[in-house]
């Protein structure tokens, strides 16, 4: 060793994405003290959709899979909720496991049949699976008031044990970046598992790891159901925090703007996609009150993310490795 680095040998570099996780996670706590009512709805937002994305990441980054169709997870969670509330059944333990329990169910059906595709089929199946599920809850009414296009409204948030009332918007928040928490700690662990490690083979050299004994349709089939609980729990605080459900859940540009959080942030990071729905809700919140057309800003930054940086903003904040 010689030089410069023969100095710094040993000495702790310095890391540029542990600065923006923990900046991120002290705005996240900080928010419900410091901010309005306002704030922290944003912040809450960001946090729930957070959690779809570093679901839709599992498929993306993780498994080569394009999913355009990751918004029926969402609004299934949300309408199982809006549903179990109008029936009288507003215990939070029993609507948030429904909502998995649901979405994991529609992501076995669903994945049963569009993991037998691939590429532009798989994108496009996905893609239908969702809108027939976007007619459906346009045309199906609950009560004479309720349900259809109209949407579902939900009288009171779901509360936990009967003690932890959701109401107070602080509490709801907290208990979000909770389960954010506990989603990206559980997805990381599933990344870096023996089951991560097959998903990712697959999707680079799917004959090969076939070859080895695998059977990559069922590991697909298992991250497809996993995605999709993670994205129906998220629907389920998603329509906590709205109070209120519509058809739109289901809609395609809901997926698309999903796909846009985590390509922007960065596929194949679990923390990018977080980075990306952070700008994307931001952007979205602050240009909207100039101007309704705020996707003229965001646009040209998609694509300059796409063209210079494959790795989206987590890709610039990660370290070089030395040659």
């Known amino acids: ?25 002290v705005i996240l706590l ?12 944003v912040a809450s937002r960001i946090v729930i959709l ?25 609004g299934s969670g949300g309408y199982v ?17 429904a909502a998995v329990a649901l979405s994991i169910l529609l992501a076995a059906l669903v994945g049963y049949l569009v993991l037998r595709t691939v590429g532009v089929y798989f994108i496009m199946i996905t893609l239908a699976f969702a809108q027939m599920l976007y007619y459906v809850a346009n045309g199906v009414r609950i009560g004479e008031n309720y349900g ?30 909770i389960i954010l928490a506990a989603v990206l700690f559980g997805s990381y662990r599933l990344v870096n598992s023996r089951f991560g490690r097959v998903l990712q083979a697959a999707k680079d050299n799917e004959r090969r790891v076939r070859s080895l ?11 497809f159901m996993i995605s999709g609980g993670i994205a129906g729990l998220a629907g389920a605080l998603h329509m906590n925090l709205q109070k209120f459900v519509s058809p739109d859940e289901f809609h395609w540009v809901i997926s698309g ?10 596929a194949k990071s679990l923390i990018g996609p977080i980075i990306g729905t952070a700008v ?44």
């Open 1 to 25: 060793m010689k030089g410069p680095k023969a100095f710094l040998f040993g000495a702790p570099r310095f890391d540029l994405r542990h600065v923006v996780v923990a900046a991120g996670l």
């Open 30 to 41: 900080i928010v419900p003290v410091v901010g309005d009512a306002y704030a922290v709805r």
């Open 50 to 74: 957070a959690m779809i994305a570093i679901s839709l990441d599992i498929l993306l980054g993780y498994g080569g899979l394009i999913s355009f169709g990751h918004a029926m997870f969402l």
């Open 81 to 97: 909720v809006g549903v179990l509330a109008f029936l009288g059944i507003q215990n939070g333990l029993v609507a948030y496991p």
């Open 148 to 177: 259809g296009d109209e949407g579902l409204p939900l009288a009171g948030r779901s509360p936990l044990f009967g003690l932890v009332d959701f109401n107070d918007p602080a509490v709801l928040h907290y208990f979000c970046v």
């Open 213 to 223: 004994g695998y059977n990559t349709f069922r590991y697909r089939l298992v991250a």
């Open 257 to 266: 703007d999903l796909l846009i959080m985590v390509i922007v942030g960065g």
């Open 280 to 323: 994307f809700v931001f952007l979205e919140e602050f240009i909207s009150s100039i101007t309704e057309h705020w996707m003229i800003v965001f646009g040209p930054l998609l694509i300059l993310v796409v063209m210079f940086g494959r790795g989206g903003i987590y890709g610039f904040i990660r370290p070089k490795r030395d040659d």
